[in-house]
């Protein structure tokens, strides 16, 4: 799978079969003062790459974010993405609300995310703490609120979640 430079997804559908779920974290786009662009993004490179996924569920940031990320958690999809949450204010928890429900940590997708945002020359791409993991058979990806962090984001999952998911369903290496 390939995306463009603006993260979007490339030709075929190598989510085909895949179940997706979306949760934008962020009090200011819950209460409507401006639009859920992130959300949007990871929906429609989704469903360009073949998944089911519906629209987002948008949460203030807090106690609704782990309710959201349980009840996306319990109907076992193959992918959770959220975005929102992973900076540095008082507010920002999407990390804490994560981490509890992951039985274990793929630190190199966070990671790569960064990475890849620092490479586009937004150095503060590295404050982002968003996480990646399984919580059962479902990877769980923190993505960054930005529209700008999101399209990053994707490009670094385009060409990685196909085999992610290959391997967490027991695929080989």
Do not use: F
């Amino acid at each position: 799978m390939s995306a463009d430079d603006a993260g979007m997804p490339g030709t075929g559908a190598p989510l085909a079969g895949r179940r997706a779920v979306v949760v934008t974290c962020s009090t200011r786009a819950s209460q409507g003062v401006y639009p859920d662009r992130g959300g949007a993004l990871i929906v429609q490179a989704l469903r360009g790459w073949g998944a089911a996924v519906a629209e987002p569920v948008v949460v203030p940031d807090g106690p609704a974010v782990v309710a959201a990320l349980r009840a996306a958690l319990a109907d076992e999809p193959d992918l959770v993405l959220t975005t929102g949450g992973t900076g540095l204010s008082p507010t920002d928890g999407t990390p804490e609300a994560t981490r509890p429900l992951l039985d274990r940590e793929v630190p190199g997708l966070a990671e790569a995310v960064r990475a890849a945002g620092v490479a586009k020359g937004v150095p503060t791409a590295m404050l982002s703490r968003g996480l990646a993991g399984l919580a059962g058979r479902t990877l769980v990806v923190n993505l960054p609120g930005s529209s700008g962090g999101v399209k990053d984001a994707l490009a670094v999952l385009a060409d990685v979640l196909p085999h992610a998911l290959d391997q967490v369903r027991g695929g080989d290496h």
